[in-house]
């Protein structure tokens, strides 16, 4: 039973614009969620993350949303770049013990 | 140069033939976990510890074995492989931060079980 769930398997956009990658989750106990990037051939690599305590987390081109509430998260990339191609993982944590990842979502963003 | 290291990189394997995945950190990080990722299914983990000696299941544990006898080191054992494990394998080690757990993950191993 998939606790975290990103509904969307691919996206496209235009170099230049705004990517939005979504994640729900079920389970109320998580505390902590995290974005992950992953290149073909390479492991994971940690990007952004967001504990329940706040709604909104910024590192450079990359926010994180978090709607405790609707039990639903969003990476938003701006200005997307071609670089930015990847497969997206969220994933979410409950006392940081153990970890639930999402199915992923395709980004690829056209230059 | 801080990273997780898995070896072997890519396995094929017969049913039956028991057989280890070593995965190792230089960061000295507390805690370090195995995921599986499956097409369509995500990363699912595996098996965790908290810190030597210290290990606890994940969501998928059946049919896998850890130890964790010193910090750097958590290797993944199959004891009797079969086809439903060919997955691609990773690790991951990570330490509490302000935030929370950010964790770094190896290059992963690809397993084929026939």
């Known amino acids: 039973d998939q606790q975290v769930k990103q509904n969307s398997p691919s996206l496209s956009v235009q170099e230049g614009r705004i990517s939005i990658l979504n994640c729900d989750y079920t389970?109320?106990?998580?505390?902590?969620f995290l974005w992950y990037k992953k290149y073909p051939a390479e492991g994971p690599t940690f990007l952004i993350s967001i504990s329940s305590i706040k709604d909104k987390n910024e590192d450079g081109r990359f926010t994180v949303f978090l709607n405790k509430s609707a039990k639903h998260l969003s990476l938003h990339i701006v200005p997307s770049q071609p670089g930015d191609s990847a497969v997206y993982f969220c994933a979410a944590s409950d006392a940081g013990n153990q970890f639930y990842f999402g199915t992923g979502t395709s980004l690829t963003v056209i230059p | 140069e801080a990273q997780v290291t898995q070896n072997p990189r890519y396995l094929i394997t017969v049913t039956g033939k028991k057989l280890t995945v070593t995965c190792s950190q230089n960061m000295n990080h507390e805690y370090m976990s195995w995921y599986r990722q499956d097409p369509g299914l995500g990363l699912r983990q595996i098996y965790y510890?908290?810190?030597?000696?210290?290990?606890d299941k994940g969501d998928v544990p059946e049919g896998y074995k850890v130890s964790r006898k010193e910090k750097r080191n958590f290797p993944l054992i199959l004891e009797s492989p079969s086809p439903n494990q060919t997955s691609l394998y990773f690790c991951?080690?990570?330490?509490?931060?302000?935030?929370?757990?950010?964790?770094?993950f190896g290059p992963g191993t690809r397993l084929t079980v026939t």
């Open positions: 991951a080690s990570s330490s509490p931060s302000p935030v929370g757990y950010e964790q770094y």
């Open positions: 389970n109320s106990m998580f505390d902590y």
């Open positions: 510890s908290m810190n030597v000696e210290v290990t």
